[in-house]
């Protein structure tokens, strides 16, 4: 026996010590590989600015952990694939980001029918979804269980009330709603006559435009003769850009007042309506603002680091899109406390970890905690304001709710 | 004997000089023309069927663009790009347009709209995907796909968003499908579509494809030009006539020519037969008369001037020679003919004169003779002495002639004699003549105008009859007729006024004996009584007398309006009225033939023939009484009376020769009442006068024992 353990001892001490030098060299490698987050975003089509918007305040959020060490001692890394706003590259690509073993989670994009069509192959690869912008209440309440889905940003449901709010506020009774043929105007529809029939009121006219449709002078005349003393509307950026453009054109005592969703903003919709604006009421729902930040030494480091990462910023009024990019940033940093917060990367380990998040003060507000597992809404009413373009095209907000 | 050699006809002459000739020129035409055609045609098919081939080629670019202008045009709907981003609601909308709409032009060909990818999003086919396909970035990068090929037609169009493909429309016609939309209607015989190989992807005849590949390159029996498809490099159509076909025109032209030829030859020997035979009559002709003169020495025999100018002329040459030498050959024989004539004639005249003269003198007829150019009037012996003219009288000229007649006659004697000379009927004339002694002479002159050729009157005469007695008996016979009218019809006047007049005071003499009988019965004895009877019986007898004169009377000509009648009804009529009469005697009428129409008074008519057959049926024995009503229609042939004879016949007692003209007496009867019934005996007077008032006669034939047949006859007849 002593004779076999002398003879075997040698090679034993050898094999375990490549062993060991293997395990500490493939843990090694596996530490420093980073989390990915996957953005899955419109970033070269209508709504690049909003996607553009998004990886900017992604980038910033994720530079600031990697800065800190990462998390689970991995640093992130956002990895970005363009949908174009189009539900079947989203799907796709939300396919390919599932085959990456270190993504944790994807963060969507503007378009709420996109993440609508994503929801199913989401669930399916059980990949965590973060919503900075798309505001379709079913996106959430999606029906899935567990839930991958949590969002800071508008909910349709919330954003309805507060649309209806503001426009019983400015003494408009009779709304006349304008709607893009697509999920989220239906969604956008939805909350927008809920909110009303609160009031005991419905809208007085509701009309469709579909998503190449050039002109929707036909839908503002039916609005306008069906009584409408204001049009609430739920466009993308060519909607909108439609919908001004045809409203500046009717005589002034025959134009409207239009109230929208934020659907166009996140693009070039300024420059295409900047004339138009002159004779147009436009005002629209926003979040966060750089300009009146509810944390504004938070906000001033953002836009410190804001200007620091990307070329010709000069100031709150360089940030296009302040929402997505105050969103995007507030979810990485959710994101990162539940990893930490799970431990792992395991994406069922860390979706249970952000339903039980603990209070963190975000750039867009204080979140006592930002999700539940009834509720991965992070944002409510509280959080909504009206804002205007200013003649240079900035995004100003009218006043707080 | 010698026999020179016979020279050849006109005809023949002309048929070999001429003929060999027209048959080398017309050859010679003949071989151009066709020639010339079979290269027009040839050229003109080429260009035909290039021209064509251009214009198919042309369609059929149009229809596959218009397949690919569909896709652009589907793609760029608003439902369809909005479909592409509306991935939950666009199963809503989208297969209702993809599966059941039609998009014109497209027929059963697929219609599908595919993601970024090339997958199906939604389609009229369940099994469609494109995922592999190689023409994908191609799309999406904006650019309009087309494929033509063996597998058909592939159109795909982008969906663009915002400037970019984000989804495609694809159409998509299969083999056959394609074969169909190729299919255009075309004037030549065959099209193909070819692909690049030379694969055909429709062909409008099955057996130009049959031929092209068996004779790939060269083919002979079809003329043949290609052009390709504009806008769809690789593709070629070729447009294809059998060259058969074609040139058959040729063909026919030729087969035309060649019968054109033969008839123009035909047409050519007929025209110099003719000719020839046109212009050697006349010249024929006179040869004969030549010959005749010769052999019989007659110059009679003229030739008759036909044919060309110039035989007219040798013709009337040839005449007026005969002319001259039959005036300058007068024969003896023939003077000595005209001098027989002569004398006879003379002699002739002489007689005729002679006669002409006994018969002046002779007879009871003047004659006179007036010379229209110079006025003067001749008169015979006669004619003079009838007017008491002297020969101290000096002649008398026309217009003392026409003094003479008496002012009266002079306008009628002078207008018949201008009618005559105008050519207007006979000069016949009635006048009075002027005597020498003032007294007048009743003549009836009768003449006879002579003109010259020219219509102008030379004489006219004729002869004058003395007429005076004539006149003198006709004035007379005019003048008792007057007469004897006026009395007939004072006798049917007074006839009228006394028997209409006489009724009144006899019926009051039948009342008041009435009156007697009823208011003085009691007073009368049985002879006073009787008497009185009498007297009432007798006074009705008298009325019924004076009835039947009252009626006969009437009978006047022109009493009743004269129209057609048709007898078959006045003798319905009458067997009517009298069939009571007829049952209670056992009689019957006999109508052998129907009766004819006359122009007649209807109820004269009926009166006549109820007359006749009454008497017919009253004065017969027979057991059966038959009375037969009947005419001959040709008139009686044993007279001159060519109108229609009719007649009724009856075999009752019959009537003595007698008596045989006492029946038509007014009144007069033969029989007793008591033996025939009564009667005025007024019947047949009746009948007789309206008979002669119709201008017809009426006898009868009777045999005792056996019946009497009345003939009667009417102006007009049937």
């Given at each position: 026996?002593?004779?076999?353990?002398?003879?075997?001892?040698?090679?034993?001490?050898?094999?375990?010590?490549?062993?060991?030098?293997?395990?500490?060299?493939?843990?090694?490698?596996?530490?420093?590989e980073?989390i990915?987050?996957?953005?899955?975003?419109?970033?070269?089509?209508?709504?690049?600015?909003?996607?553009?918007?998004?990886?900017?305040?992604a980038?910033?959020a994720?530079?600031?952990?990697?800065?800190?060490?990462?998390?689970?001692?991995?640093?992130?890394?956002?990895?970005?694939?363009?949908?174009?706003?189009n539900?079947?590259?989203?799907?796709?690509?939300?396919?390919?980001?599932?085959?990456?073993?270190?993504l944790?989670?994807?963060?969507?994009?503007?378009?709420?029918?996109?993440?609508?069509?994503?929801?199913?192959?989401?669930?399916?690869?059980?990949?965590?979804?973060?919503?900075?912008?798309?505001?379709?209440?079913?996106?959430?309440?999606?029906?899935?269980?567990?839930?991958?889905?949590?969002?800071?940003?508008?909910?349709?449901?919330?954003?309805?009330?507060?649309?209806?709010?503001?426009?019983?506020?400015?003494?408009?009774?009779?709304?006349?709603?304008?709607?893009?043929?697509?999920?989220?105007?239906?969604?956008?529809?939805?909350?927008?006559?809920?909110?009303?029939?609160?009031?005991?009121?419905?809208?007085?006219?509701?009309?469709?435009?579909?998503?190449?449709?050039?002109?929707?002078?036909?839908?503002?005349?039916?609005?306008?003769?069906?009584?409408?003393?204001?049009?609430?509307?739920?466009?993308?950026?060519?909607?909108g850009?439609?919908?001004?453009?045809?409203?500046?054109?009717?005589?002034p005592?025959?134009?409207?007042?239009?109230?929208?969703?934020?659907?166009?903003?996140?693009?070039?919709?300024?420059?295409?309506?900047?004339?138009?604006?002159?004779?147009?009421?436009?005002?629209?729902?926003?979040?966060?603002?750089?300009?009146?930040?509810?944390?504004?030494?938070?906000?001033?480091?953002?836009?410190?680091a804001?200007?620091?990462?990307?070329?010709?910023?000069d100031?709150?009024?360089?940030?296009?899109?302040?929402?997505?990019?105050?969103?995007?940033?507030?979810?990485?940093?959710?994101?990162?406390?539940?990893?930490?917060?799970?431990?792992?990367?395991?994406?069922?380990?860390?979706?249970?970890?952000?339903?039980?998040?603990?209070?963190?003060q975000?750039?867009?507000?204080?979140?006592?905690?930002?999700?539940?597992?009834?509720?991965?809404?992070?944002?409510?009413?509280?959080?909504?304001?009206?804002?205007?373009?200013?003649?240079?095209?900035?995004?100003?907000?009218?006043?707080?709710? | 004997?010698?026999?020179?050699?016979?020279?050849i006809?006109?005809?023949?002459?002309?048929?070999?000089?001429?003929?060999?000739?027209?048959?080398?020129?017309?050859?010679?035409?003949?071989?151009?023309?066709?020639?010339?055609?079979?290269?027009?045609?040839?050229?003109?098919?080429?260009?035909?069927?290039?021209?064509?081939?251009?214009?198919?080629?042309?369609?059929i670019?149009f229809?596959?663009?218009?397949?690919?202008?569909?896709?652009?045009?589907?793609?760029?709907?608003?439902?369809?790009?909005?479909?592409?981003?509306?991935?939950?609601?666009?199963?809503?909308?989208?297969?209702?347009?993809?599966?059941?709409?039609?998009v014109?032009?497209?027929?059963?060909?697929?219609?599908?709209?595919?993601?970024?990818?090339?997958?199906r999003?939604?389609?009229?086919?369940?099994?469609?995907?494109?995922?592999?396909?190689?023409?994908?970035?191609?799309?999406?990068?904006?650019?309009?796909?087309?494929?033509?090929?063996?597998?058909?037609?592939?159109?795909?169009?982008?969906?663009?968003?915002?400037?970019?493909?984000?989804?495609?429309?694809?159409?998509?016609?299969?083999?056959?499908?394609?074969?169909?939309?190729?299919?255009?209607?075309?004037?030549?015989?065959?099209?193909?579509?070819l692909?690049?190989?030379?694969?055909?992807?429709?062909?409008?005849?099955?057996?130009?494809?049959?031929?092209?590949?068996?004779?790939?390159?060269?083919?002979?029996?079809?003329?043949?030009?290609?052009?390709?498809?504009?806008?769809?490099?690789?593709?070629?159509?070729?447009?294809?006539?059998?060259?058969?076909?074609?040139?058959?025109?040729?063909?026919?032209?030729?087969?035309?020519?060649?019968?054109?030829?033969?008839?123009?030859?035909?047409?050519?020997?007929?025209?110099?037969?003719?000719?020839?035979?046109?212009?050697?009559?006349?010249?024929?002709?006179?040869?004969?008369?030549?010959?005749?003169?010769?052999?019989?020495?007659?110059?009679?025999?003229?030739?008759?001037?036909?044919?060309?100018?110039?035989?007219?002329?040798?013709?009337?040459?040839?005449?007026?020679?005969?002319?001259s030498?039959?005036?300058?050959?007068?024969?003896?024989?023939?003077?000595?003919?005209?001098?027989?004539?002569?004398?006879?004639?003379?002699?002739?005249?002489?007689?005729?004169?002679?006669?002409?003269?006994l018969?002046?003198?002779?007879?009871?007829?003047?004659?006179?003779?007036?010379?229209?150019?110079?006025?003067?009037?001749?008169?015979?012996?006669?004619?003079?002495?009838?007017?008491?003219?002297?020969?101290?009288?000096?002649?008398?000229?026309?217009?003392?002639f026409?003094?003479?007649?008496?002012?009266?006659?002079?306008?009628?004697?002078?207008?018949?004699?201008r009618?005559?000379?105008?050519?207007?009927?006979?000069?016949?004339?009635?006048?009075?003549?002027?005597?020498?002694?003032?007294?007048?002479?009743?003549?009836?002159?009768?003449?006879?105008?002579?003109?010259?050729?020219?219509?102008n009157?030379?004489?006219?005469?004729?002869?004058?009859?003395?007429?005076?007695?004539?006149?003198?008996?006709?004035?007379?016979?005019?003048?008792?007729?007057?007469?004897?009218?006026?009395?007939?019809?004072?006798?049917?006047?007074?006839a009228?006024?006394?028997?209409?007049?006489?009724?009144?005071?006899?019926?009051?003499?039948?009342?008041?004996?009435?009156?007697?009988?009823?208011?003085?019965?009691?007073?009368?004895?049985?002879e006073?009584?009787?008497?009185?009877?009498?007297?009432?019986?007798l006074?009705?007898?008298?009325?019924?007398?004076?009835?039947?004169?009252?009626?006969?009377?009437?009978?006047?000509?022109?009493?009743?309006?004269?129209?057609?009648?048709?007898?078959?009804?006045?003798?319905?009529?009458?067997?009517?009225?009298?069939?009571?009469?007829?049952?209670?005697?056992?009689?019957?009428?006999?109508?052998?033939?129907?009766?004819?129409?006359?122009?007649?008074?209807?109820?004269?008519?009926?009166?006549?023939?109820?007359?006749?057959?009454?008497?017919?049926?009253?004065?017969?024995?027979?057991?059966?009484?038959?009375?037969?009503?009947?005419?001959?229609?040709?008139?009686?042939?044993?007279?001159?009376?060519?109108?229609?004879?009719?007649?009724?016949?009856?075999?009752?007692?019959?009537?003595?020769?007698?008596?045989?003209?006492?029946?038509?007496?007014?009144f007069?009867?033969?029989?007793?009442?008591?033996?025939?019934?009564?009667?005025?005996?007024?019947?047949?007077?009746?009948?007789?006068?309206?008979?002669?008032?119709?201008?017809?006669?009426?006898?009868?034939?009777?045999?005792?024992?056996?019946?009497?047949?009345?003939?009667?006859?009417?102006?007009g007849?049937?």
């Amino acid at each position: 026996m002593g004779v076999l353990v002398r003879r075997l001892r040698a090679p034993v001490t050898a094999c375990f010590a490549v062993w060991m030098i293997l395990a500490l060299t493939c843990g090694a490698t596996k530490a420093s590989e980073p989390i990915l987050i996957g953005l899955d975003a419109d970033m070269s089509s209508s709504s690049a600015i909003g996607g553009e918007a998004i990886r900017r305040g992604a980038t910033i959020a994720i530079d600031e952990v990697n800065d800190a060490g990462g998390v689970l001692g991995r640093p992130l890394k956002l990895v970005v694939r363009d949908h174009r706003g189009n539900p079947d590259r989203g799907v796709d690509n939300v396919s390919e980001f599932a085959a990456m073993d270190d993504l944790v989670a994807v963060m969507g994009g503007v378009h709420t029918p996109v993440a609508m069509a994503e929801l199913e192959e989401i669930h399916k690869h059980g990949l965590i979804y973060l919503g900075p912008w798309a505001a379709g209440t079913n996106v959430v309440e999606n029906g899935h269980q567990p839930n991958f889905v949590f969002r800071v940003s508008v909910r349709d449901e919330y954003a309805g009330e507060f649309l209806v709010d503001a426009a019983f506020e400015r003494g408009y009774r009779h709304l006349g709603l304008l709607l893009w043929q697509t999920a989220w105007g239906r969604s956008g529809e939805a909350a927008l006559t809920e909110a009303l029939s609160r009031r005991d009121s419905k809208p007085v006219a509701v009309e469709w435009f579909n998503t190449g449709a050039r002109s929707v002078a036909e839908q503002i005349e039916a609005i306008r003769l069906a009584g409408a003393d204001v049009v609430m509307l739920i466009a993308q950026p060519e909607g909108g850009v439609a919908a001004v453009h045809d409203m500046a054109a009717l005589p002034p005592d025959e134009r409207l007042p239009i109230i929208g969703h934020w659907g166009f903003v996140g693009s070039s919709f300024h420059d295409n309506v900047r004339d138009d604006l002159d004779d147009v009421d436009l005002t629209f729902l926003q979040t966060f603002s750089f300009f009146d930040p509810p944390f504004p030494r938070r906000a001033e480091d953002v836009l410190a680091a804001y200007c620091v990462h990307f070329e010709g910023c000069d100031g709150p009024a360089s940030v296009s899109a302040p929402t997505g990019t105050a969103h995007a940033y507030d979810l990485v940093h959710l994101l990162t406390r539940a990893i930490d917060q799970a431990g792992t990367v395991e994406r069922s380990r860390v979706r249970f970890a952000m339903e039980r998040l603990r209070r963190y003060q975000g750039l867009v507000r204080l979140y006592e905690p930002p999700f539940t597992v009834d509720d991965h809404d992070a944002l409510d009413h509280e959080d909504f304001r009206l804002a205007a373009y200013d003649k240079n095209g900035v995004i100003v907000p009218l006043s707080l709710p | 004997m010698m026999r020179s050699a016979q020279p050849i006809s006109l005809f023949s002459r002309a048929l070999w000089r001429v003929l060999p000739a027209i048959v080398l020129v017309q050859a010679l035409i003949g071989w151009l023309a066709w020639t010339a055609m079979q290269g027009l045609v040839s050229t003109e098919l080429e260009e035909r069927l290039n021209r064509q081939a251009e214009q198919y080629a042309q369609l059929i670019a149009f229809k596959l663009k218009a397949v690919i202008d569909t896709a652009v045009s589907v793609a760029e709907n608003d439902l369809v790009v909005n479909g592409i981003m509306d991935a939950q609601g666009r199963e809503h909308y989208l297969s209702v347009f993809f599966e059941t709409a039609k998009v014109p032009g497209l027929g059963d060909a697929e219609v599908t709209l595919a993601d970024y990818r090339g997958r199906r999003i939604a389609s009229n086919r369940s099994d469609v995907d494109y995922e592999a396909s190689t023409w994908l970035e191609a799309v999406l990068s904006g650019a309009v796909w087309h494929e033509v090929g063996v597998s058909g037609l592939l159109a795909a169009a982008p969906v663009m968003i915002a400037d970019r493909g984000e989804g495609m429309v694809i159409i998509h016609f299969d083999p056959a499908q394609l074969a169909a939309l190729l299919a255009i209607p075309v004037r030549t015989d065959a099209v193909s579509v070819l692909t690049a190989h030379g694969d055909p992807l429709y062909r409008s005849n099955a057996e130009f494809a049959l031929s092209s590949r068996e004779e790939s390159g060269v083919h002979s029996t079809w003329a043949m030009t290609s052009s390709g498809i504009p806008g769809f490099d690789g593709l070629t159509l070729l447009a294809a006539e059998k060259r058969a076909t074609a040139l058959a025109t040729v063909d026919r032209l030729g087969l035309f020519l060649a019968t054109t030829m033969v008839l123009s030859i035909a047409a050519v020997v007929v025209a110099i037969f003719k000719t020839a035979f046109i212009s050697t009559r006349p010249i024929r002709r006179l040869i004969d008369g030549i010959e005749t003169i010769t052999r019989t020495g007659s110059l009679e025999k003229e030739v008759r001037p036909e044919g060309a100018r110039e035989l007219h002329q040798l013709a009337n040459a040839f005449n007026r020679m005969l002319q001259s030498l039959r005036a300058t050959t007068a024969s003896r024989d023939e003077l000595q003919r005209m001098n027989q004539a002569l004398d006879r004639a003379k002699a002739k005249l002489e007689e005729s004169e002679i006669r002409f003269q006994l018969a002046v003198e002779g007879s009871s007829v003047g004659i006179w003779d007036w010379d229209a150019r110079t006025g003067a009037l001749f008169w015979s012996d006669r004619l003079k002495a009838m007017v008491g003219v002297t020969d101290e009288t000096p002649v008398p000229d026309i217009s003392s002639f026409e003094a003479r007649l008496h002012p009266d006659d002079r306008d009628r004697v002078t207008e018949r004699k201008r009618r005559h000379l105008a050519g207007e009927g006979d000069y016949d004339v009635e006048t009075r003549l002027r005597k020498e002694d003032g007294s007048y002479i009743w003549l009836l002159l009768r003449g006879q105008a002579v003109w010259d050729t020219d219509g102008n009157v030379i004489r006219l005469a004729g002869s004058a009859d003395d007429i005076s007695e004539r006149k003198a008996v006709a004035l007379e016979l005019d003048r008792r007729a007057q007469e004897l009218e006026r009395s007939n019809r004072e006798l049917d006047d007074f006839a009228h006024i006394a028997s209409h007049d006489l009724k009144e005071p006899l019926r009051a003499i039948a009342n008041h004996a009435s009156f007697l009988l009823e208011d003085y019965s009691d007073r009368l004895d049985d002879e006073g009584e009787r008497r009185l009877h009498r007297l009432i019986k007798l006074s009705q007898r008298m009325e019924k007398l004076i009835a039947d004169l009252l009626f006969y009377s009437r009978i006047r000509d022109g009493d009743q309006p004269r129209q057609s009648v048709d007898l078959n009804d006045v003798i319905a009529d009458v067997e009517l009225g009298l069939a009571d009469f007829m049952r209670q005697r056992n009689a019957r009428l006999s109508l052998p033939t129907p009766l004819p129409k006359v122009t007649a008074a209807g109820p004269h008519m009926a009166t006549v023939f109820q007359n006749l057959i009454v008497n017919g049926i009253k004065y017969n024995d027979s057991k059966e009484k038959i009375i037969e009503v009947g005419f001959d229609a040709n008139g009686d042939q044993t007279s001159d009376i060519a109108n229609p004879v009719f007649h009724v016949r009856d075999n009752g007692i019959g009537i003595d020769d007698a008596f045989r003209d006492d029946v038509f007496r007014i009144f007069k009867r033969l029989n007793s009442e008591k033996a025939y019934g009564e009667g005025t005996g007024a019947g047949l007077t009746f009948v007789k006068k309206i008979v002669e008032y119709h201008g017809g006669g009426i006898w009868l034939e009777s045999s005792p024992g056996k019946g009497t047949t009345f003939f009667f006859t009417l102006d007009g007849g049937g």
